[in-house]
């Protein structure tokens, strides 16, 4: 069974990793832990209070499949948690590391995207971030991208982004795909 732990934090956008959350929960028996900064309930964009499972400083990459970080206000108010020594482990360990939103671009800020294709809000976004260095392998498209077990997606992509991160975890055969192919059908055209 895969561990995924998603990463919150105040004004974190809650509809980024619902699907993802549900999907590997609900339909793949997998354990999904929540975290916050200091292990206090948070509050999103939307309004919904999580009292998470863990603190950020319990997250330890032997112990965990994945980690998820949504995007979310937190970085507009530059009150962001900074995810650098995180996402690198999780990175050099080997195991799935996703970002979606602001979050994808805060990882690029983190060199975790130097030398992956990914994407994120835009481009631009990105450049905002002091430390991005992987401008070469932006991919400029509405769809989650997935390259060496990193997923990055825009904020509008969260079902893209579900189904790039249950490929990262080799998760998305028939029932995943069956299960999640009429949330991502306004992609396929």
């Given at each position: ?74 970085w ?7 995810f ?39 481009l ?18 509405p ?7 990193i ?20 998760l ?18």
């Amino acid at each position: 069974m895969a561990r995924i732990v998603i990463a919150l934090q105040n004004d974190y956008a809650d509809w980024e990793p619902a699907l993802l959350m549900a999907a590997t929960r609900y339909w793949l028996d997998c354990e999904v832990v929540t975290a916050s900064p200091d292990g206090r309930p948070v509050i999103s964009m939307g309004g919904l209070k999580v009292s998470p499972d863990i603190s950020f400083d319990a997250i330890d990459a032997e112990e965990f499949d994945a980690l998820i970080i949504p995007g979310g206000y937190a970085w507009e108010k530059g009150v962001a948690f900074d995810f650098t020594a995180l996402a690198t482990a999780f990175r050099d360990k080997g195991k799935v590391l996703g970002g979606i939103c602001a979050a994808a671009s805060a990882l690029g800020a983190t060199g975790v995207l130097d030398d992956v294709a990914h994407t994120g809000n835009s481009l631009a976004s990105h450049r905002k971030h002091p430390g991005y260095r992987g401008e070469a392998l932006y991919i400029d498209q509405p769809q989650a991208v997935g390259d060496r077990k990193i997923v990055t997606a825009a904020g509008s992509s969260p079902d893209t982004f579900t189904i790039e991160v249950l490929k990262a975890l080799d998760l998305y055969g028939p029932e995943a795909e069956a299960e999640l192919a009429a949330f991502a059908s306004e992609h396929r055209r």
